[in-house]
Structure formats: structure tokens, C-alpha cells
């Protein structure tokens, strides 16, 4: 029962669509299923992470959620430039261990993520009052949860996009970086405004 709460968890928190999804998506369409997948089990693992924090101390997170906003606010700035100043191209072969540590990072520094485990497992009855075996339990689902929905975003933007040109790749990667952007001016607003 633990494990089920734990992958609807998973699944609610990687579910909506913000600069990780946006990135994943950019990379599925440049470079195929397996690129977009690998960058969300990126974020996956980062989830992961995020969930053995709440699940073992609540109170540890809202520490780390100043200093990642600055970081992952210009994480993304510079993830938005990138993505909307790259030429174009499907790629099949490309280095997933980059493309999936560069998604862990933005993920852990995204302060987005933060609020979101903050609140969902603190609304969560009797997280607080789990054993050490229980919590493992819960937040192997999150895991899972959220591995789950990236492989059905890949999934469905490999399908969407198997016949999008070059002129829409351009336009596809100016589009995504000026969003991303937009998520690490948001970020950097938060701490500095």
C-alpha cells in the first residue's frame, strides 16, 4: 500500500510540465526516446533524493531552498541560452551520463521541487510517524512514480514528433529556451525581490 502511495506521489510530483519537462521533451525530439528518458531518470533520481529528505527530516529541506533558487535560477538561464542558441539536429547518438546529471542538477537545485516534496509529504497522514522500513517503502515509490511519467513523457513526444523538421526544431528550441528562461528569472525574482 506504501509503495502505491509512494508512485502516485512519484507520478503527481514529475507530472506537471516546467523547465525539466520542457527540457526532456526538447530532448526527446533532437535526440530521440532513449535522451529524453535518461534525462528524466535524471530527475527521477533527483525526486528520489528529495523524497528520502522529507521522508527522514521536513525541516532539512526548507534550508537548502534559498541557496538553490540562486543556483538553479541561473542553472536554468544558462540551460535556456543553450537551448535556444543550438542548431538543430536529430541525433541519435549522443552521451546520456550528460544528459542525465545535467537534469539531476537542475532538479536538486530547482526550488519548484522543494516546495512541491515540502508540502506533499508533509500533507501525507503518518509520514512523520513511519518506520525507517516504511519510509524506504514510500519513497522507493516516488521513485518509481516518477521514473514512470518520464518514460511516458519520452515516450509520447518521440510519437508526436517522429516526423518534425529542422525549422521546427529551431523553433521548438527557441520557444523552449525563452520558457526555461522565463523558470530562471522566476527563481532568481524569488530570493533577490
Known amino acids: 500500500m506504501l509503495l502505491l502511495r509512494g508512485i502516485m506521489l512519484g507520478f503527481a510530483i514529475a507530472a506537471p510540465v516546467g523547465p525539466i519537462g520542457l527540457l526532456c521533451i526538447r530532448r526527446t ?16 533520481t533527483a525526486d528520489t533524493m528529495y523524497g528520502l529528505l522529507a521522508a527522514f527530516g ?7 531552498q534559498q541557496p538553490a533558487a540562486v543556483i538553479g535560477g541561473f542553472l536554468l538561464l544558462w ?17 546520456a551520463g550528460n544528459m542525465y546529471f545535467s537534469t539531476l ?28 522500513n516504511d519510509a524506504v517503502m514510500l519513497v522507493v515509490g516516488v521513485g518509481l512514480g516518477s521514473a514512470m511519467w518520464w518514460f511516458v513523457l519520452a515516450s509520447i513526444a518521440a510519437w508526436l ?7 521546427g526544431l529551431q523553433w521548438m528550441n527557441r520557444i523552449s529556451g525563452i520558457l526555461i528562461g522565463g523558470f530562471g528569472i522566476a527563481a532568481l525574482w524569488s530570493v533577490f525581490v
Open 58 to 64: 521536513i525541516t532539512v529541506l526548507a534550508t537548502f
Open 105 to 132: 542538477a537542475l532538479t536538486i537545485t530547482n526550488p519548484a521541487t522543494i516546495l512541491v516534496f515540502l508540502s506533499l509529504f508533509a500533507g501525507v497522514s503518518g509520514v512523520s510517524a513511519l518506520g525507517a
Open 29 to 44: 525530439l533532437a535526440h530521440g526516446w532513449r535522451a529524453g528518458f535518461v534525462s528524466g531518470l535524471g530527475a527521477a
Open 79 to 95: 540551460m535556456a541560452y543553450q537551448t535556444a542558441t543550438s542548431i538543430p539536429q536529430k541525433v541519435a547518438n549522443v552521451r
Open 161 to 167: 514528433g517522429r516526423d518534425i523538421s529542422s525549422n
